[in-house]
């Protein structure tokens, strides 16, 4: 929680607390472990991409930062091709969706194949210093088209934010 600071020119460093806005503790994590889905009602859960932490306090304002780098394969012939996905939260083996995508926010209208990287972010309150665990579901609520999850490799980071 703090950090070394210089003195300016002639004067010794000294060790300061860290601002309010600033990171404390962060965990990553990679997963390739391939995901697919061709329902358009179903979702798949991408049991393997998933981060964890334990926040440091149960406070109100604790926030954890998550975020997913989620390599995503559209694998389609015909226009329509979407991948939405929620994030869940499990504490103590109670796991939750906390977040739904739109069913347009990573979309695709025209035909042929695309592999994309794409960034999700989500930032939450989980007031608990028990382990969470973040991860995904995805489906394509457009067409049969199947969408991959993990084709490349995703990386997921959670931040705790002092």
């Not at 994030?87 to 069913?103: A, K, L, P, Q």
Request: glycine share 8%.
């Amino acid at each position: 929680g703090q950090v070394l600071q210089t003195g300016g020119s002639g004067a010794n460093p000294s060790w300061t607390t860290v601002a309010g806005g600033a990171f404390g503790q962060v965990q990553y994590r990679i997963n390739d472990t391939t995901y697919s889905n061709s329902n358009t009602s179903n979702y798949v859960t991408a049991t393997n991409t998933y981060v964890e932490i334990a926040p440091s306090s149960s406070a109100a304002g604790k926030k954890i930062l998550v975020n997913f780098n989620v390599s995503i394969y559209f694998n389609h012939n015909a226009s329509d091709c979407s991948f939405q996905y929620i994030i869940t939260r499990t504490v103590g083996g109670s796991t939750s969706d906390i977040y739904t995508s739109s069913n347009t926010e990573i979309y695709r209208n025209d035909a042929g194949n695309l592999r994309i990287l794409q960034p999700i972010w989500y930032e939450d309150t989980p007031q608990t210093t028990s382990t969470v665990r973040y991860g995904l579901k995805f489906r394509n609520p457009h067409s049969a088209s199947t969408i991959t999850l993990n084709e490349g490799t995703t990386r997921m980071l959670a931040y705790e934010v002092n």
